[in-house]
């Protein structure tokens, strides 16, 4: 069973940058569709963004788009998002979620059986 376990978040100010990351154990990462799905405060859960599992393709949510990027290495079990030009309404805790699904739908539906314990972002001055 994938086991996912993320860190890099932290406090930031408006404008900067944090790197989150996600080690994978316990299953075949290259296998899977990775995510990160995002809980905002008094919000839903949002798909930020999501790579195939060959890492040919990838989706970002609008919010995001332009700022955030979504890398992943298989042979080191590892996905990373680089986080730039960082809002507060980026605020949140950040899930990295594991599926079989395709990035598109992952990311939309914001849903996996696979999820780590959470990565607390925030932003503000």
């Known amino acids: 069973q994938l086991q996912l376990v993320e860190s890099g978040g932290g406090l930031v100010q408006p404008g900067g940058s944090l790197r989150l990351s996600c080690a994978a154990s316990g299953g075949t990462l290259d296998e899977h569709t990775i995510g990160w799905i995002r809980r905002a405060p008094r919000k839903e859960h949002e798909g930020i963004s999501c790579?195939?599992?060959?890492?040919?393709?990838?989706y970002y949510a609008d919010s995001v788009k332009g700022r955030f990027s979504i890398s992943r290495d298989n042979a080191r079990n590892t996905v990373s998002l680089q986080m730039n030009s960082l809002k507060p309404e980026d605020t949140g805790v950040y899930y990295c979620?594991?599926?079989?699904?395709?990035?598109?739908?992952?990311?939309?539906?914001?849903?996996?059986?696979?999820w780590g314990q959470g990565t607390q972002v925030t932003v503000s001055s």
């Open positions: 790579i195939s599992a060959s890492g040919n393709n990838a």
């Open positions: 979620v594991g599926d079989l699904s395709s990035a598109q739908a992952m990311c939309s539906m914001a849903v996996g059986p696979y």
